[in-house]
C-alpha cells in the first residue's frame, strides 16, 4: 500500500513537471489554494483573489483596495527566482503582504490624502516647519497648492502616493512577520531582498538621465527596507546627507500604529527633499507650457514610464472614490499645524531592526550564492 502511495506521488510530480509555469499559476487548484491563504492571513471570508500571468517588465507586481487581491503570477519579483517552489513562496509572499494592507492600511484616508493635492489641499494638516530651510520649502509648497498649478500638484501628488506606499508596505509587512515569523515572513523578507537587490545604483540612475528626485527616493526605499546598509555607501554624499535627514521620519511612521502617522511623515519628506522635488516640478511646468490637463497628465506619464522607474511592491489601487470626510481633516494649507509628536514612533510598536536584518541576511545569501553558482 505504501509503495502504491509513493508510485502515485511520483506520478503526480511527472505529470506536474510537464506543465508550464503559466498552466499550474493559473490553475484553479493553485487558485483554491493561495485563495484559502488569503482569507487566513487577510482574517477576511468576504475576500477574492484574482491572478493573472503578465510578463511584462513594467507589469503591476500586486494590488488590493481591501476587498480583492490581485496577483501577476509572472511579475518581475516572483521572475527573479528560478525554482517553481521559491517562486510559489514568492506568490505567498506577495499575498502575505496584501493580506496586512487588507488589515492595516486605511484606503479612505488614502483616497482623501491623495485626492486633496490636486484640489490645493494638505492632509491631514500642514507640516508644522521650524527651520529656515524648511519654512522655504513650505512656503514654495504652499504657493503652489493655493495657486492650484496643475503640473505641480501631479508632481507633488505623484510623490506622495510613492512615499507614502514606501512607508505604508514597510508597516504592514513588519507587522506580519511580527505575526507570523515563520514561514510567511520568510516569504516576505525574500521578494523585499528582491526589491533592493534590482534597485539601480546612482551611476545606473545618471546614465539613464532619470531625475535627482528618483535617485534620492531609491535611498529612501532602501533605508526604508533595510536600514542602513553598505550600499549608501556607492551614493555622493550629497544624497546621503538629505537621507540622514529623513532618518528619524522614516523610522517613525513605520512603527506608529497610527494610520495617519504615515501621511504626516509623507508630508514631511517631501519638505525635506523639496529642492529634488522642486526642481522635478520646474521641469514639468515647462514641458506643461499650453497644453491641457489631459495633455499634461498623458505628457508626465509618459515622461514617468521612460525616465522615472521608480521601485514598488504593491500598485495602488484604481479605487480612488472618497468615501465621506474625516474627522479633524480639513486640508487648509493655512489651518493649524501638525505637532512634533505626531510623526514620532511609538513604543508600543515592534523594532524594525530584526526585520531589517532578515532582508540583509537574505541579500547576503542570495549573492553568496550567486557568486558560487557563477564560479
Known amino acids: 500500500m505504501a509503495d502504491n502511495r509513493k508510485l502515485r506521488k511520483k506520478q503526480i510530480r511527472k505529470e506536474r513537471d510537464k506543465l508550464s509555469d503559466k498552466e499550474i499559476f493559473l490553475s484553479r487548484p493553485y487558485h483554491n489554494s493561495l485563495w484559502r491563504y488569503a482569507k487566513a492571513l487577510g482574517k477576511k471570508e468576504t475576500i477574492s483573489l484574482t491572478i493573472n500571468y503578465d510578463e511584462a517588465h513594467d507589469g503591476d507586481i500586486a494590488k488590493t483596495d481591501g476587498r480583492n487581491i490581485i496577483l501577476n503570477a509572472a511579475n518581475q519579483v516572483t521572475g527573479h527566482f528560478a525554482d517553481r517552489e521559491e517562486k510559489m513562496l514568492s506568490h505567498e509572499g506577495l499575498v502575505a503582504h496584501e493580506c496586512g494592507h487588507v488589515r492595516f492600511t486605511d484606503f479612505r484616508r488614502r483616497n482623501t490624502y491623495l485626492n ?25 509648497m504652499k504657493t503652489y497648492l493655493e495657486e492650484k498649478d496643475f503640473p505641480a ?20 509587512e513588519a507587522g506580519m512577520c511580527q505575526e507570523y515569523p515563520g514561514s510567511v515572513c520568510t516569504a516576505i523578507q525574500k521578494n523585499a531582498a528582491v526589491l533592493i537587490a534590482e534597485l539601480p545604483t546612482e551611476k545606473e540612475r545618471k546614465e539613464a538621465d532619470v531625475d535627482e528626485l528618483s535617485i534620492i527616493l531609491d535611498l529612501v526605499f532602501r533605508y526604508a527596507r533595510a536600514g542602513k546598509t553598505l550600499a549608501e555607501d556607492g551614493y555622493s554624499k550629497s544624497y546621503r546627507r538629505e537621507l540622514d535627514k529623513c532618518r528619524s521620519i522614516i523610522d517613525g511612521a513605520v512603527l506608529n500604529p497610527e494610520p495617519d502617522s504615515r501621511l504626516i511623515a509623507t508630508n514631511w519628506l517631501m519638505i525635506k527633499l523639496w529642492k529634488y522635488l522642486h526642481k522635478k516640478i520646474e521641469n514639468a511646468k515647462k514641458e506643461a507650457e499650453g497644453l491641457s490637463e489631459d495633455e499634461i497628465r498623458k505628457k508626465m ?8 522607474q521608480l ?52 541579500q547576503k545569501s542570495e549573492k553568496e550564492a550567486a557568486t558560487e553558482k557563477s564560479g
Open 116 to 140: 486633496g493635492f490636486l484640489k490645493g489641499l494638505i492632509y491631514p494638516r500642514p507640516p508644522k516647519v521650524k527651520t529656515a530651510a524648511d519654512k522655504r520649502a513650505w512656503k514654495e
Open 153 to 172: 500638484l501631479l508632481c507633488i501628488q505623484e510623490t506622495a502616493q510613492y512615499l507614502r506606499n514606501i512607508l505604508e508596505d514597510v508597516f504592514v
Open 301 to 308: 506619464n509618459e515622461f514617468r514610464q521612460k525616465n522615472c
Open 311 to 362: 521601485i514598488a511592491l504593491s500598485a495602488d489601487s484604481d479605487d480612488m472614490e472618497e468615501r465621506g470626510e474625516i474627522e479633524g481633516w480639513n486640508g487648509d494649507p493655512d489651518g493649524k499645524p501638525c505637532q512634533d509628536s505626531e510623526v514620532q514612533k511609538s513604543d508600543d510598536m515592534q523594532d524594525l531592526s530584526a526585520f531589517r536584518a532578515g532582508i540583509r541576511d537574505l
